[in-house]
């Protein structure tokens, strides 16, 4: 059994930043990789930013780079991804996926939403 449920904030202005958090809570000990996935309106879902378990190996879509941030903390079971310098585009639900073994979970999503 695995739940992956985040947190966190839902809203800032142009420039400012959120940070999201997601737990995976069960039968953890296959996990092998966390990550934040986007959607907006009318829009395909990207990646966001993902991190591998064991070696905190992190990959990012190019446009967050350098201003997004995904790390873990393995005794909580916990991702973080810290958004600085957020834009209008970024607006879109945010969803974090655990993958254990071929299986992948995700969260029940969360709407960001950043004003200009």
């Known amino acids: 059994q695995v739940h992956v449920v985040e947190s966190g904030g839902r809203s800032a202005q142009a420039g400012g930043s959120l940070r999201l958090s997601c737990t995976a809570a069960?039968?953890?000990?296959?996990?092998?990789?966390m990550g934040w996935f986007r959607q907006a309106p009318g829009k395909e879902r990207e990646s966001v930013a993902t991190?591998?378990?064991?070696?905190?190996?992190?990959d990012y879509l190019d446009s967050v780079k350098g201003r997004f941030t995904i790390s873990r903390d393995n005794t909580r079971n916990t991702v973080f991804l810290q958004m600085n310098s957020l834009k209008p585009e970024d607006t879109a639900v945010y969803y974090c996926?655990?993958?254990?073994?071929?299986?992948?979970?995700w969260s029940q999503g969360t709407q960001v939403t950043v004003s200009s």
């Open positions: 996926s655990g993958v254990y073994g071929g299986d992948t979970y």
């Open positions: 991190i591998l378990w064991r070696t905190r190996a992190t």
């Open positions: 069960g039968r953890t000990f296959n996990l092998v990789s």
